[in-house]
């Protein structure tokens, strides 16, 4: 079971146990508290984040005003909810097709955070809204890199622009070239994982960042990385 079905299931049991109760009083909303508190935890939830959104659950079930024909136990549940959504960031963000032709589009992040399979689904969402996407492996590290993503792509007959021998600066600035000439108005470029105590990889994405001024570049996280996303 994932950390999210475990949270969501925590979080459910400690619902159900709340409206279940005759009356829900100051010490039933900070049963429910505790144990929001323990499940967050238990997802790796950052301590201060915890804390925050903790003490507002508590604020808001206590001490707003009820709407109209809203029970208290009512009340504080829409509360536990619209806290959590705005915890998870509240509205989906939009995402346009790009305006600018060619968009580029920059994926970093660290060594198996999935940027190369996100590659291919971002292509295949732009593909589906009008776009016409190319990718192209700045990837010269991993081995098997360019085959891994040159099978995922073909499957929605996306091209991968690659070159054995070149450096990934080169590698970008030939596919650019080449995709802009044919016309490919959506460039996803996938780079090599890297942490930050690899300067030299540091530097070279840097390097990529000013050889290709991207018109956007997109960090890409594992779900479950817990408070690592702080560091």
Not at 21 to 37: G, I
Not at 90 to 96: F, L, T
Not at 130 to 146: E, K, L, M, N, S
Request: charged letters at 30%; glycine letters at 6%; aromatic letters at 4%.
């Amino acid at each position: 079971m994932s950390v999210l079905e475990n949270l969501g299931r925590s979080l459910s049991d400690s619902i159900k146990r709340l409206l279940r109760l005759p009356v829900v009083d100051e010490k039933a909303v900070n049963e429910l508290v505790r144990d929001l508190q323990k499940a967050l935890l238990r997802a790796d939830v950052n301590l201060n984040l915890v804390l925050e959104i903790s003490e507002r659950v508590r604020e808001r079930a206590l001490k707003e005003k009820l709407p109209p024909g809203i029970s208290r136990r009512e009340h504080v549940v829409k509360v536990l909810y619209e806290e959590l959504t705005r915890m998870m960031g509240g509205k989906p963000a939009r995402i346009d097709t790009p305006g600018i032709s060619p968009y580029i589009l920059m994926l970093i992040g660290i060594q198996g955070s999935g940027k190369t399979v996100t590659a291919v689904k971002l292509a295949r969402f732009y593909q589906k809204r009008g776009a016409r996407p190319a990718i192209i492996c700045a990837d010269t590290y991993r081995p098997g890199a360019f085959e891994q993503l040159d099978q995922l792509a073909s499957r929605i007959n996306v091209p991968v622009y690659w070159r054995s021998g070149k450096s990934p600066v080169e590698i970008v600035r030939e596919g650019v070239r080449e995709y802009s000439a044919q016309r490919y108005n959506l460039l996803i470029v996938d780079t090599a994982g890297r942490h930050k105590e690899e300067g030299e990889l540091i530097e070279e994405m840097k390097m990529l960042e000013r050889e290709v001024k991207p018109q956007e570049v997109m960090l890409i996280l594992d779900g479950a990385i817990g408070q690592q996303a702080y560091r």
